[in-house]
C-alpha cells in the first residue's frame, strides 16, 4: 500500500490506495466493492456503479453535518455523514478512486 500524499489533508486521518481512515471510521475498497465502517455509517456499494461524490448540508438537520452522496446512474446509492473537517478529503479521495476504477 502506497501512502496518499495529500496537502490539504486532516492530519489525524490516514489515507492509501485502498484506504482512507480517520478517528474510528474506515472507507475502504474491498473486492470491487466500498465498503465503510465505523460510527460514521455503515454501506457496501459495488464501486463499477458509482458514477461520482457529492457533498451537502442540511440546515433542517439539529445538527448540520455535511452528507456525502455517493451517486450513480442519476440515483443516491449511498449517504455519508462526515463532519465538515473531514469531507473534503474523502470526497477527494472517494473520486480518484472513482477515476482509477472507471479507467480499468
Not at 490516514?14 to 484506504?19: L, P
Not at 473531514?86 to 473520486?95: K, M, N
Request: aromatic residues 6%; hydrophobic residues 40%; negative net charge.
Amino acid at each position: 500500500m502506497t501512502p496518499f500524499i495529500n496537502e490539504d489533508a486532516v492530519p489525524e486521518c490516514t489515507a492509501t490506495d485502498t484506504e482512507y481512515c480517520w478517528k474510528k471510521n474506515i472507507i475502504k475498497v474491498d473486492k470491487g466493492f466500498l465498503v465503510s465502517k465505523g460510527p460514521v455509517t455503515n454501506i457496501r456499494v459495488p464501486i463499477h456503479h458509482i458514477d461520482t461524490v457529492v457533498y451537502s448540508m442540511n440546515p433542517k438537520k439539529p445538527a448540520i453535518v455535511p452528507g456525502l452522496k455517493i451517486i450513480g446512474k442519476g440515483t443516491v446509492l449511498a449517504e455519508l455523514d462526515i463532519s465538515g473537517e473531514y469531507i473534503e478529503s474523502v470526497q477527494d479521495w472517494l473520486l480518484q478512486i472513482i477515476d482509477r476504477h472507471s479507467s480499468i
